[in-house]
């Protein structure tokens, strides 16, 4: 059971679909309320996820790169990539967090930079589905990462049909050719 949470496709197919979750989540409302302002007036707001959240959508990109990167190359990079992951998505988490926790502070701040002003208004808010989705696919992020930390060890990277067309010693003994100053290709 273990080895088929922590292969490489379930592994990949968690992170990516997740982070494309949270990526997609972004454009959605994430959190929605009044302010009472002189120069705003009463009115309605709405916070998009990439306006009340973008460190989230950060998290996710590198979630998505640190996935990549973990399936497609060699043990230390793996693990460098699955730890990225993690911490992407821990970071991720506390972003969805802070506006989980204060949806009216989120918005308070979305407000103030519409009027062009520092800090942030006083606002009423609360937090919609989306922002909830976002942090549900965070999590999700993160056990991918988990996955991979426990998986990646035993995972293959890219196999020889990815390499350039010559054997390993060759291109090795190529490279050590420029290296004295010769060029491999004028045989060629």
Not at 102 to 115: E, I, R
Not at 121 to 142: E, I, N, P, R
Not at 152 to 157: D, I, L, V
Request: glycine share 14%; hydrophobic share 55%; with cysteine.
């Amino acid at each position: 059971m273990i080895d088929a949470l922590t292969s490489k496709r379930t592994v990949l197919v968690v992170i990516l679909t997740a982070a494309s979750v949270i990526l997609i989540s972004g454009s959605r409302e994430w959190v929605s309320g009044s302010v009472e302002d002189a120069v705003l007036g009463a009115s309605a707001l709405h916070g998009a996820g990439s306006d009340i959240a973008p460190g989230a959508l950060a998290a996710a990109l590198v979630g998505l790169a640190s996935a990549v990167a973990a399936a497609t190359s060699g043990r230390v990079v793996r693990v460098a990539a699955a730890c990225s992951a993690l911490m992407a998505a821990v970071l991720g988490a506390t972003v969805i967090i802070s506006v989980l926790v204060d949806p009216g502070g989120a918005l308070g701040k979305l407000a103030a930079a519409g009027t062009g002003r520092s800090g942030a208004l006083a606002t009423h808010g609360q937090a919609g589905s989306w922002a909830w989705v976002a942090f549900a696919a965070m999590l999700v992020m993160g056990l991918g990462a988990l996955g991979a930390l426990v998986g990646g060890p035993r995972w293959h990277g890219l196999s020889s049909r990815y390499e350039a067309g010559e054997p390993a010693a060759e291109r090795a003994s190529d490279w050590d050719r420029l290296s004295h100053g010769e060029d491999p290709t004028a045989e060629h």
